[in-house]
Nanobody, 123 residues
């Protein structure tokens, strides 16, 4: 499975961005998917996860109510809608995939990773 994240950019505080993660190589319709982020000098941290059907989601406390994870299995793509962005959200955002299961919140639960997309929020 190859994952390609896109949609990052520079946005002012309070703005919105929508990240996409397109999978190729095989269908990920049976995969749990997740978004993580890593700021300079910090460890990679969990952002959001979604189960194979999209019926179950889980968010980090820091983004709950502002971010929404969703998926379109027909397009083999997962999305992260980010609203009310804050400077603290600045990081490289990575998508990840794991065959089967519900949702997962630790990096070592995932087998496949995308290359990351930079999100910068200015104050």
């Amino acid at each position: 499975v190859q994952l390609q994240a896109s949609g990052g950019g520079l946005v002012q505080a309070g703005g919105s961005l929508r990240l996409s993660c397109a999978a190729s190589g095989r269908t990920v319709s049976s995969y749990a998917m997740g978004w993580f982020r890593q700021a300079p000098g910090k460890e990679r941290e969990f952002v959001a996860s979604i189960n194979w059907s999209g019926g179950m989601t889980y968010y980090a406390e820091s983004v709950r109510g502002r971010f929404t994870i969703s998926r379109d299995n027909a397009k083999n793509t997962v999305f992260l809608q980010m609203n009310s962005l804050k400077p603290a959200d600045t990081a490289v955002y990575y998508c990840a995939a794991r065959n089967g299961g519900s949702y997962y919140i630790t990096p070592w639960d995932y087998n496949y990773w995308g290359q990351g997309t930079q999100v910068t929020v200015s104050s």
